[in-house]
C-alpha cells in the first residue's frame, strides 16, 4: 500500500485593508492582505493547518510586507479574519 501524504497549500484568503494607509507611499485604500493556509494532507484530505503564510501588499507602490513587518492595525486586520 503506498501513501500518500505531504503539505499542500489552501485556499488563499483576500483581506479588504483599505482602511489602513501604506507606510511607504502614504498612499490610503491602497492595501490589501493574502492568507495561505499549509495543511499536512493524507491522501489529500486536509489533517490540520502547519502554517499560515499571511503577506500585505500594496497596488500604488507594489510594497510586499511580510509577516515581520506588519504593523498593528495589518496584524489587527488578520486577526479579525481568524
Ligand atoms: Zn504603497
Known sequence: ?????????????????????CSHCNQPNTLSGESNPNYFHLFWIPLYRISTTQVVSCEHCKRIYFKNEFTMEMKQAFENYG
Open 1 to 21: 500500500m503506498i501513501l500518500f501524504f505531504g503539505i499542500r497549500p489552501g485556499k488563499t484568503t483576500t483581506i479588504n485593508m483599505n482602511h489602513l494607509i
